[in-house]
């Protein structure tokens, strides 16, 4: 599994010249990092009484950013394996007819799993983005530039797993299916971007730049 490599094999990996990790698997490590940041955003509020009114809420917050973290890092590895169903749908034999006709649907079958994997990516991602704004403006402003980094880490993980939804929906038949994605896809990145531009915005002010 690719989670349990050290970074430094994970990174080797990565620069190889095996298609996976590829760009999915790497934009749901930018969703774990973005998780992982706000946490510590959170756990860095707790206890400090210049920030006891929101004690309670960044406890929760801290809690449930770890949980989608470590689902978020489980994508990682589905979004590499999604890659081989396909590839493994290509290497199905055509030589008569119904193999031909098997061979097809296999692909079409995988190639919407490996849509729905860096879709599922996307939506984990920009529902947390509201609560990346909450620890940006409530959080510990020691660690402001933490937050900012955490929404910038959200914005680049939702961009490109929708990028490679994207590239999958080019392939599938379904129009209908390929319209949904699409529409999805569009509204989930004005989230992703909006929100790390208000997170930018308020450093911005924070640190009077």
Do not use: W
């Amino acid at each position: 599994m690719l989670t349990e490599l050290t970074l430094k094999d994970f990174l080797a990996q990565t620069a190889g010249n095996d298609p996976v990790p590829g760009g999915g698997s790497i934009s749901a490590l930018n969703g774990a990092i973005a998780a992982s940041l706000a946490e510590m955003v959170a756990r860095l509020t707790i206890g400090r009484k210049k920030y006891a009114e929101y004690e309670n809420e960044m406890k929760s917050l801290a809690e449930h950013f770890g949980q989608v973290r470590r689902r978020l890092e489980e994508d990682i590895d589905r979004d590499s394996e999604a890659y081989n169903r396909v590839f493994a749908a290509f290497k199905l034999p055509k030589e008569t007819e119904e193999e031909k006709a098997a061979r097809s649907a296999a692909i079409q079958k995988e190639t919407k799993h490996a849509a729905e994997v860096p879709m599922d990516v996307a939506r984990k991602v920009c529902a947390l983005l509201p609560l990346l704004e909450q620890v940006v403006r409530k959080g510990n402003q020691n660690a402001v530039t933490d937050g900012c980094v955490a929404a910038m880490c959200a914005r680049t993980a939702v961009l490109g797993a929708l990028m490679n939804v994207r590239v999958n929906l080019t392939s599938i038949q379904d129009e209908a299916y390929v319209r949904h994605m699409e529409a999805e896809a569009k509204e989930l990145e004005r989230k992703a971007t909006e929100t790390e531009r208000q997170a930018l915005d308020h450093l911005r002010q924070a640190l009077a730049l």
